[in-house]
């Protein structure tokens, strides 16, 4: 089931995320994101329990989502729907593995998230959301989603303008099959961590702002926003969980412009 990946040049891999090798490896990285994620939140002044950490394992292969596995990670983030299905398939035994969808959605995959993922973190249009309530009525289950923010105004990036958020929300009410547990960002690609925070301040601000007018059935508490490069920052702003791959997993082979267009490659 490993997906076809050309073999990476050394030099294209970011040396800051090692390979883990064993168990032991993914644990020290898993207890290392940790430790951060906890500092981050001793700085301002959060409790640690109210931080998620989800791992990303999208691109790696199934020995290392097997070693995250024995290594204590119970839920995993894929980005593309393709690449969940077959991953799922294949660790079936797997049984109390929960997969949580973090990339842009067709219509035509759906179903499967309907039927097999533990939550949806990338809504942004109300087709998927009326197709994914219908499968989900069929399928007599509810799935928590996130809405998708544009915190960074690129145009290329997924997500609703923090303007039109409010109304895609609104709009949401006539899906009784999802529910909305809060928004969910990718920050500017950018070593530039002023313009990175300016990014999930807004998700925050935003998403404060929102509490107040969404309706009572929709408790907008989660805050899903951080990754590898930028995590800490994310906490600091009041994340509630992060996304992170490569610092547990290892660097990808593949720019990021390969998973969300619009970045440099
Ligand atoms: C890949 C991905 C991540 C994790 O990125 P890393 O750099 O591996 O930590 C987070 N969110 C989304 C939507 C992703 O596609």
Known sequence: MDSPLPTP??????????????????????????????AACQRVGRDPAGVRLLPVSKTMSEAALRMAYAAGCRELGENKVQEATRKQAAMADLADLRWSIIGHLQTNKARWVAQHAAEFQALDSLRVAQVLDRHLQAAGRQLDVFVQVNTSGEASKYGVTPDDAAAFIQQLDSCPALRVRGLMTLAVLSPDHVQVRACFVLLRRLRDQLRRHVPASVSLDELSMGMSGDYEIAVEEGATVVRVGQAIFGARALPDSHFWPGNPA
């Open 9 to 38: 040049h050394a030099a294209q891999l970011d040396l800051r995320y090692p390979h883990p090798h064993s168990v032991e490896d993914f644990q020290r990285n898993l207890l290392a994101v940790r430790a951060r994620i906890d």
